[in-house]
């Protein structure tokens, strides 16, 4: 009896923390729509113990009419379905210098791209242009990817240009949400629309 009890209460405590890491604190940060797609699922992505920045995935709803898990994910990969658009919207709660912010994108997108280095530094200085103040508690950053080949960037509601290389866009969204992204919760919350949860 004392078994199941502790059980119980450990399962219990799993969920508790599972919800609260899905359900981040700053999740009404996210706008409800960007670029016209709306808020699929949100996350947070996490350096050490602290949050960086509240996330969330915008994509068309039938996205996620999927037989099965991996024809779910294949569809939200643009690397691997090659078609409609996805955003990422990250909101920072936490100061974080604009050349660190685009510092730490850019090594998450090196080893997923294969183009060229150029498109690299285009992304990279657009965000940095967009944060000319710095990257306050606040600042959101959008990136649209408007195919698996184009990336629209814009800072705190401030367009800051499109990066067009082959597949920059699939890339980018695959540091989200391709097997090694960046966001166990996004994915988690993703898992949780998917299964209707």
């Known amino acids: 009896m004392l078994e199941m009890l502790s059980s119980s209460i450990v399962f219990l405590a799993v969920a508790i923390l599972l919800v609260a890491a899905v359900s981040p604190a700053h999740a009404g940060l996210l706008p409800g729509k960007a670029g ?50 996805r955003g990422i919207v990250c909101v920072l709660t936490f100061k974080v210098s604009a050349q660190k912010m685009s510092g730490a994108l850019i090594d998450s997108l090196k080893p997923r791209f294969k183009g060229p280095s150029s498109a690299l530094d285009a992304l990279s200085d657009k965000i940095v242009e967009g944060c000319s103040g710095g990257g306050g508690k606040g600042t959101v950053f ?24 082959s597949n920059v866009g699939g890339a980018f969204a695959d540091i989200y949400l391709d097997e090694k992204g960046v966001s166990p919760t996004l994915k988690v919350d993703i898992l949780q629309k998917w299964k209707g949860e």
């Open 142 to 165: 959008e990136f649209l990817c408007l195919s698996k080949d184009k990336i629209q960037v814009s800072v705190n509601g401030n367009d800051q240009g499109v990066v067009e290389a």
């Open 36 to 85: 016209g797609l709306e808020l699929q699922a949100q996350g947070v992505r996490k350096k050490g113990p602290l949050k960086v920045y509240a996330l969330g995935l915008y994509s068309p709803s039938d996205v996620f009419d999927a037989p099965d898990e991996a024809s779910l994910w294949s569809k939200l990969r643009l690397s691997k379905s090659g078609s409609g658009a």
